[in-house]
């Protein structure tokens, strides 16, 4: 979703504005923009200069064509903020992209999130004479701070602000203030980058990372005022305040295609190693148990819970509901598992003894964020399993364990998917061996972990008979997705990777369900994807695949053996390696996976950035 950069210092502006855009073009946006103000003369005091020029260039789709418009890349300009947008209030189009700016063209705005109150601001402002030339919510701050400015921005921010009701991420610049961006947080994620002699802030640090490690995360209600030569925080009551400069310890992934042609293909190759990361140095096979620094503080207290709620977004939620049969199979928590934008109108009891965890690759997700917020006034330990390190869910929560899987570009979560299944099979059996389970029985998963990333190259290698089943099913308008048990999850999560990326209409369901409404759905043209290992669930899954067989229903079978039966109803087959059942959906998920992304290949759809998706979700 929308994304902000902004730079404060000595060297050009435009061109590391455009590349922190870049950086943020897998959050998923439809138009871009940037403003900067040319560098002139100073004015008389020093500081103002009534003659500088603001330019603002926008466009409507990717950064490229704000490239390609070639107004303004070659303007002099040492500071600046700039921001993708997608669309919430107002279609997206060049008056509606970001920065949007006050009636007299000298005040830029970028922001995150959403103003809920912008209908009456926007009445009230216009009623003072403002004209307004945009459809969207953020156009009323530029409007509310140019009503509150006199000669000092900071000071208009803040009067601004507090009008402003609901989430955002803010940055501003005046035309006639030279070299100063000021940022503003409340409930959408803004760090400050502290370089040499340089300032910058962006929503996300993965935009900041060429230029410094050295980031300030900004608490809700704080503003952080960049100049030249230095920078300050403060609280919306002006008070200044110490911050603690974080260096961001990620490892430097390369953000490329590494010569796959999409990056999902990439991420989809890259799970023998993502998976290998979510393991590394976390297993003590010597004891049969894993080993989680990120959980070491709060460990007594994990052990002494009595129930666990598992709270996330999409993939995410899928990864938490197969979650749900691991913990349940491996320690004696009671599971809830919800869907976090639901989580907030449940009234559950939550006390010490609750833990909630959130999974999210983002660390941003708003519904998973509000919901931990909502955990964490209640009283539970709240804990996460986060790909992006430093992000807002990382700032929450008491105690986590990061994926280490690098960065996840393609909208569709593929490697991050695998790698929190793998996280929360470590997280199970810490907890685990505290309570029934043998050294024995935790060998046996450990010994199963350590096969995988092995098996999920095996399974890489048929990509190619993949692609060849992909093609005689692309056809097909609609599909179903059965599996039970451990494979449920599995049969949901194949079913959102077919859709999000096809746009082909696919039902994930629990194959017990299906003669209870579906099954009407079945004909020769409806083909039902049967997740169906050689395991406790087999012989009710034959008979499931049986009664769609009975009504013309084509069947492609992921399984794990070779099963003569499975074999006689499928019309194809993908047989993947085996594991023990709680791991099996980490390799069945594998052929799925590739299936959607084939298919939506074929199709010739934007598979990295598919319509209407964003990969980072800030808003609720
Ligand atoms: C689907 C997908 C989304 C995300 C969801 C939660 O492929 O990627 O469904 O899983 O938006 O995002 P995170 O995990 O960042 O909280």
């Not at 409507?60 to 919430?88: M, N, P, Q, S, Y």
């Not at 996330?312 to 049969?325: E, H, N, Q």
């Not at 869907?339 to 559950?348: I, P, V």
């Amino acid at each position: 979703m929308c994304g902000i950069i902004c730079y404060c210092g000595k060297k050009q502006a435009i061109p590391i504005l455009i590349n922190g855009l870049k950086r943020l073009e897998y959050r998923g946006y439809d138009s871009a923009g940037f403003a900067v103000v040319e560098n002139g003369a100073i004015g008389k005091n020093g500081r103002n200069n009534k003659n500088r020029r603001n330019i603002v260039v926008k466009a409507k789709g990717r950064v490229d064509h704000l490239e390609k418009k070639k107004i303004g890349l070659d303007v002099d300009a040492t500071f600046g903020i700039a921001h993708t947008r997608w669309a919430t209030h107002g279609k997206p189009s060049q008056v509606n992209a970001h920065p949007q700016t006050d009636c007299a063209n000298k005040i830029s705005v970028v922001h995150n999130g959403i103003i809920e109150n912008y209908l009456e601001l926007k009445e009230e402002l216009m009623a003072k004479g403002h004209v307004f030339k945009s459809e969207t919510d953020t156009e009323v701050i530029a409007h509310l701070v140019e009503e509150y400015f006199e000669d000092d921005l900071e000071i208009a921010v803040l009067k601004a602000v507090e009008r402003l009701s609901g989430t955002f991420g803010i940055a501003v610049i005046h035309a006639d203030i030279d070299h100063q961006v000021i940022i503003v947080k409340r409930g959408s994620p803004m760090v400050v980058g502290i370089g040499d002699k340089e300032y910058l802030a962006a929503s996300d640090s993965n935009a900041l990372t060429p230029y410094t490690k050295k980031m300030i995360y900004l608490s809700d209600d704080e503003i952080a005022v960049l100049n030249s030569d230095e920078y300050h925080i403060k609280n919306l009551r002006n008070e200044t305040l110490e911050k603690k400069i974080e260096i961001l310890e990620t490892r430097d992934y390369k953000v490329d295609k590494r010569g796959f042609e999409h990056y999902m293909l990439k991420e989809i190759f890259e799970q023998p190693v993502s998976i290998e990361n979510a393991m590394r140095g976390r297993i003590i096979e010597s004891e049969g148990v894993s080993k989680l620094g990120g959980l070491e503080p709060v460990l007594d207290r994990l052990k002494n819970t009595r129930q666990l709620i598992i709270v996330s977004c999409g993939t995410s939620y899928y990864a938490g509901l197969l979650g749900r049969y691991i913990f349940e199979h491996l320690t004696e928590l009671n599971i809830e598992v919800e869907l976090a934008s639901e989580f907030r109108y449940r009234r559950l009891k939550l006390d010490e003894d609750v833990a909630v965890l959130a999974l999210s690759q983002s660390g941003e997700t708003a519904d998973t964020l509000a919901a931990i917020k909502e955990a964490k006034r209640k009283g539970a330990l709240v804990l996460g399993i986060v790909n992006a390190v430093g992000t807002a869910i990382t700032q929450i929560t008491d105690a986590g364990v990061y994926n280490h899987a690098g960065p996840e570009i393609g909208v569709a979560s593929t490697k991050i998917y695998t790698s929190q299944l793998v996280i929360q099979t470590l997280m199970a059996l810490l907890i685990g061996r505290y309570q029934g389970v043998s050294f024995i029985e935790g060998s046996e998963i450990i010994n199963a972990l350590i096969r995988l990333p092995d098996q999920v190259r095996e399974i890489l290698k048929n990509a190619d008979q993949i692609k060849e089943i992909a093609h005689k099913y692309s056809r097909y308008k609609n599909f179903l997705y059965i599996g039970r048990l451990f494979n449920y999850p599995t049969a949901m999560e194949g079913a959102l990777k077919l859709k999000e990326i096809s746009y082909i209409h696919a039902e994930g369901y629990a194959a017990g369900e299906m003669k209870h409404g579906p099954i009407s759905l079945i004909d020769r043209n409806f083909p039902t994807v049967a997740i169906v290992p050689d395991d406790l669930t087999l012989d009710k899954m034959i008979s499931n695949m049986q009664e769609i067989k009975a009504r013309n229903g084509k069947i492609l079978s992921v399984t794990n053996a070779n099963v003569p039966q499975v074999e006689k109803i499928s019309n194809d087959i993908i047989v993947v390696p085996r594991t023990i059942p709680i791991l099996q959906p980490i390799l069945n998920i594998i052929p799925l996976q590739l299936f959607a992304y084939y298919i939506a290949k074929e199709k010739g759809r934007d598979i990295d950035k598919p319509r209407n998706l964003a990969k980072s979700v800030t808003v609720e």
